[in-house]
């Protein structure tokens, strides 16, 4: 059910992937609200994902860019702003990488080339993209940035690894320029910290599934889907959340402010049956 709610916006999406990714159902939802934008990800991620489907579907066009890269950020934002002849409302950044993670290295042994490109890829490309946007005076006032994050930045997760340090690095960029964006052009930037979700990337992170298992049994109103994910970004690009900005805004069905929840315990109890 569309509730309009995006009638009339442009923005840009970045990190649609496939079907699976969070960002393509939240493209599929700012669409369906009324919203027109462009979408952008990696040449490679481009050659090997649907991102060109998916443009199709929202009749939109596709911006390719290595977010490593300044000039490929501002490449996007210029083209968009030429394609919309004029600013945009909302900027999502729904982008993670870590070699590390890929190699399966454990964070007592990382390897610093890789651990850059995760901080460069997954935090940096966000203060890259606020940074271009202010420049270019490309978002209108009361606009919003909206960037993924995850509980592991804040708390210690097995297996996450050095996308820990990335996220909270975001976390970090996202209150910094959301005070300077907010104080000059009245812009919002927030972060949104999802419930484990079982993306192309997320797939790759060790013990997915029990880490899925255990935070299902945790949170009160279980794991947030990507899709859930996506209807709470409009919420955030849309003119009902204007005073939200500077936040980390957790999206787990609670399961941020758990402690020990029953389900959970009673499996953990099992686990001692036969035992001495």
Known sequence: MAYHLLKGKKGIIFGALNNLSIAWKVAEKAYE???EFTLSNAPVALRFGETEKLAETCKTIVIPADVSRLGDIEHVFEKTLEHFDGKIDFVLHSIGMSMNVRKKKLYSDLDYNYFRQTLDVSALSLHKMLQTAYKMDAINQWGSVVALSYVAAQ???YGYNDMADAKALLESIARSFGYIYGRERNVRVNTV???PTRTTAGRGVKGIDSLFD???RMSPLGNATAEECANYCITLFS???RKVTM???FH???FSSMGMSLRA???YDKSFKGCD
Do not use: I, K, P, W
Request: no cysteine.
């Open 33 to 35: 609200e009324g919203a």
């Open 214 to 216: 255990f935070t299902e």
């Open 265 to 267: 315990m009673t499996q």
């Open 252 to 254: 787990d069905g609670g």
């Open 193 to 195: 910290s999802q419930s």
């Open 247 to 249: 936040q980390n805004l």
């Open 239 to 241: 003119d009902l959340t």
């Open 155 to 157: 708390r210690t997760l």
